[in-house]
Each structure stands twice: as structure tokens, then as C-alpha cells.
Nanobody, 126 residues
Framework: QVQVEESGGGLVQAGGSLRLSCTISGLNFDTNDMGWFRQAPGKEREGVSCITMFGYPSYIANDVKGRFTVSRDNAKRTLYLQMNSLKPEDTAMYYC???????????????????WGQGTQVTVHS
């Protein structure tokens, strides 16, 4: 049984930082590309990042480029999302998911991902 679990969310002031973590069990973490998504209330789920099994290359959505960084530690079976210079519009539930294939093409299509976690809430106040 595959289990995905995100952690690290919280309440932060605008301009602050958070680091999200995601662990996955029940499959070989180091042979899978992984992604981060987010969903704000009333909005569709949108892609934030995708990282290949080797950790490079990685892809970051334009909205967060320069502020967010994705990384992974295969020895720890953990995916990370470092979020700096947070803005109120970054407020959302953040999810990680296993990519069905490789990060490209259809980079941000949710159909390209299968195993999802329950999410971790990030709230940025001004």
C-alpha cells in the first residue's frame, strides 16, 4: 500500500519562509519523479514543481520561480519544497504526488500524477 504524507505547513507572515517535506512509502522513492501542487479555496489544483528521480533537472512554476526550490534526499526517501519570500497569494493546501512517468511533457497536468498525500496547509498573512 502506497502512503504519501506531507508536513511542514503552517501560518507565516508575508516575506517569511517554510520548508515542506513529503515522505512516501510502499514504492521505490528513488526511481520516481515527484511533484508538488497547491490548491487554494475555490481554485483548481495547480502545479508548483516537479523533480526527476536523480534530483536534476527540476522544474518550478513561473508564479513561484526564484522563491521556491524543490529538492529530494533519496537516502531519506523525502521530498522537500523550500518556500521563501512567501506572499498571501501562496496561501493554499500543498500536496505532493508521484509522477506516473517523467516530469515532462504535460508538466502540470494532475492526470500525470497518481499517488497523492492529504496535503499540508500553508497560510501567509500580510
Amino acid at each position: 500500500q502506497v502512503q504519501v504524507e506531507e508536513s511542514g505547513g503552517g501560518l507565516v507572515q508575508a516575506g517569511g519562509s517554510l520548508r515542506l517535506s513529503c515522505t512516501i512509502s510502499g514504492l521505490n522513492f528513488d526511481t520516481n519523479d515527484m511533484g508538488w501542487f497547491r490548491q487554494a479555496p475555490g481554485k483548481e489544483r495547480e502545479g508548483v514543481s516537479c523533480i526527476t528521480m536523480f534530483g536534476y533537472p527540476s522544474y518550478i512554476a513561473n508564479d513561484v520561480k526564484g522563491r521556491f526550490t524543490v529538492s529530494r534526499d533519496n537516502a531519506k526517501r523525502t521530498l522537500y519544497l523550500q518556500m521563501n519570500s512567501l506572499k498571501p497569494e501562496d496561501t493554499a493546501m500543498y500536496y505532493c504526488a508521484r509522477r506516473r512517468d517523467v516530469c515532462a511533457p504535460r508538466l502540470w497536468s494532475t492526470l500525470s500524477y497518481d499517488y497523492w498525500g492529504q496535503g499540508t496547509q500553508v497560510t501567509v498573512h500580510s
